[in-house]
Every structure is written in C-alpha cells, then in structure tokens.
C-alpha cells in the first residue's frame, strides 16, 4: 500500500510537470494556431539565465523573475524577428522555423553555458514530507510544482474566456482578416501570444530543473511528454492541458514501478496513438475542436 501511494504521488508531481510544458504548447495554439517545437530550448535558455543570476549570489526568486522576464521578451522577439516573416504563408513554413530554432539554441546554449551537468536549486525542500512516522514521496518543492501549474491554468482559463485581450488573440489566431477588420492589431496580438506563451514555458523549465541537474538537453524529454500530455487533454484546453499532464504522469508512474522504466517511453507512445485514434482532438477539447 506503502509503495502505491508513493508511486501515485510521484506520478502527480511527474504529472504536473508535464502539465506545466503542456500549458505552454496549449497557450502557444491558441494564441498563434502554432506548435512552437522550439519550446523547450526556449525554456532551457531562459533557465540559464536564472542559474547565472544565482550563481553571481543573488537569491533563488531574484533569478526566477529573470528567467520570466527573459522568456518574455524572447518570446516576442522571436515572433517579430523570425516568426513574422513567415506568417500567412503555409502552415508547415513556421513549424519547420520552429524545429530550425530548436537546433540554434541548443548550439548557442552549449557555447554560451557550456555542456557541462550543473545543479539547479529547489525553492523548497526536497526532502518528503512526514506524516507521523511515514515519509511520503511528495516535497514541499512537489507542492510549490501543483499550485503553480494549477495557478497558471485559472489565469489562461480567465485570460481567454473572461478578458477582452483573450478574445482578440484568439481572434487575431482563428480569423486574422476578420479581425483586421474589427480593428484588432493582429500582429500586436500574435506577438503577445508568443510572448505570454515563452514566459509559461519559462516557468516549466524552472519546475522542471528544480533541484536537479540542468544542462543544454535537460528539456528534450520532457518536451516529448509534454507534447503527449497537451495531445491528450486537447491543444485548445488549458484545463484539458493539465489533466492530460496528470494522466500521463500518473500512467507513467504505474508503468515504471510496476513493469519496468524500460517500457516508460513505449507506453506514453502507446497512449499517444490511442488518443489519436480515438479522440484526435483531445479528450478534454471542446465539442467544436473534435469536429475539425
């Protein structure tokens, strides 16, 4: 029982990370209508930036509003610079320009920070938690994980169904001529979906690196489950984003501890295709985003 529990509960921490990357692919969608592939090394660059701010000795919080604040405006000069020349062209051009960017940052990543394993820290504890004289495999850094993963989806939930500027975003992603004519800045909008969607990712690669060992690759992994869990949930479901990334880390967990780690990546393939078989758009998506 002992050994279920704790294969759960590193499942929901294993889960919410995947949630956190997922969040950003779902943010990204439904702001642009892209997949940004070059999300993680993004998220890597900008984690980096934090380790650096850290390592000059100052605080731990100091460098994660570094790390959002360069994911913020990475995301946005990205998206003017790169992505803007593409855009009203074929949909392929901009996903092609996001796989080419993947392999850039990893490159300057690696001559810039170097390839070295460097320790990143934990905001919290990483040590379980005690429940009298049982220690259970959830840290208090595991707890910050699922209240930030689920703080970030309330606020895109209200971003795009409560607030004029969701609204125009996703107007300025589904129908940008018609929103022209409306009066909605397109390119305004696309570059603030860009932007808003790199500070998410931003986020994920610090709960990602979070007490563990960061290098230029650290993301590569997880931007494969990431993608699965956002597949899973629905691309245009903030809420569809997280309980995918539970899901899956949850029945990953199960499959590690109690078949084999060997099979992990099998199964999450295993789940991926079944998604799509069954539900291509999501099992979380809105009726009308299954019927496209």
Known sequence: MQQLLNTLLGGLTLGMVYAAFALALVMIWRSTRIVNFAQAPMAMVTTFIALSVIDAGHSYWLGFA???LSGLVLGAVVER??????EGGPEINAVILTLGLFIVLHALASVIFGNRFRSFPAPFGVRGIEVG???????TSGVFTILAVLAVMGLLVLLFRFTDIGLRMRAAAHEPEVA???GVRVGRMLTLGW????????????LIASGSLVHPSYMDSVVVYGFVAAVLGGLDSPLGAVLGGLLLGLSLSLVS??????LVALAALGILV????????GLFAPAAARRV
Do not use: F, H, K, N
């Open 66 to 68: 570094a790390a959002l």
């Open 81 to 86: 610079v790169l992505v803007r020349p593409v």
């Open 133 to 139: 004289d049982t220690t259970i495999a959830l840290t």
């Open 180 to 182: 022209r004519l409306l």
């Open 195 to 206: 932007a808003l969607a790199s500070l998410v990712g931003s986020l994920a690669g610090l």
């Open 257 to 262: 501890g109690y078949v084999g780690s060997q």
């Open 274 to 281: 079944v998604v799509l078989l069954l539900r291509p758009g």
